[in-house]
């Protein structure tokens, strides 16, 4: 069975950086994408970011790039997700999620909560 | 950028009844292999988002054939034949055409 299991909640003070980790297991980890998305309170869904664990290319969303970097550990089968220079608008639930680009984002992981305050 | 326009805002339906949800493009989603890369998912309250529909109109495994997705180019909708108490959610689309995925800003499904 196919599973993304994602770290805790953290809360993390303006200016910080935090890391999200997902753990997969259940399928080839070298052949699919992970997609990186956010929910910030009362708002919808942001796509932020994407890797492909074969060879660790990444792309990220404008808005993203340059405060948020991907990597991936094939030896532990997790992705991580990493945002610096945080603000108040960075608290959010983070998604990792499972992808192809022929059959839609399938497995999501559990969400991680990362709130942001002084 | 691919920006996609979802309508309503808000679908308050009767259980039992039909529900539909546009989605436009301002960009042809069609590739040249003739697939449209598009999207459906419904995040239901307290819950991950979930994969209803990709390539505009295959359903993913396991979603009930209540759920139809349509459409080409950028033009698209979702139908849900009979809506259910457990229907209730907020609905994405999605553009899967470009590597950087672009997502509607969500329709909110709810019993009247």
């Known amino acids: 069975q196919v599973h993304l299991v994602q770290s805790g909640a953290q809360v993390l003070k303006p200016g910080a950086s935090v890391t999200v980790s997902c753990k997969t297991s259940?399928?080839?980890?070298?052949?699919?994408?992970v997609h990186w998305l956010r929910q910030a309170p009362g708002q919808g869904l942001e796509w932020m970011a994407i890797?492909?664990?074969?060879?660790?290319?990444?792309t990220y969303a404008q808005k993203s790039q340059g405060r948020v970097s991907l990597t991936s550990d094939t030896s532990t089968t997790t992705v991580y997700m990493e945002l610096s220079s945080l603000n108040n608008d960075d608290t959010a639930v983070y998604f990792c999620?499972?992808?192809?680009?022929?059959?839609?984002?399938?497995?999501w992981g559990q969400g991680s909560t990362v709130i942001v305050s002084s | 950028e691919i920006v996609l326009t979802q309508s309503p805002v808000s679908v308050p339906v009767i259980s039992g009844e039909p529900a539909s949800i546009s989605c436009r493009s301002n960009q042809s989603l069609l590739h040249t292999s003739g697939h449209n890369y598009l999207e459906w998912y419904v995040q239901k309250p307290g819950q991950s988002p979930q994969l209803l529909i990709y390539l505009a109109s295959i359903r993913a495994s396991g979603v009930p054939d209540r759920f139809s997705g349509s459409g080409s180019g950028t033009d698209f909708t979702l139908k849900i034949s009979r809506v259910e108490a457990d229907d209730v959610g907020l609905y994405y689309c999605m553009q899967s055409l470009e590597t950087v995925r672009t997502l509607g800003q969500g329709t909110k499904v709810e019993i009247k």
């Open positions: 259940g399928y080839s980890f070298n052949q699919y994408f």
């Open positions: 890797i492909n664990p074969s060879g660790d290319s990444t």
């Open positions: 999620a499972r992808g192809n680009h022929n059959y839609g984002i399938d497995v």
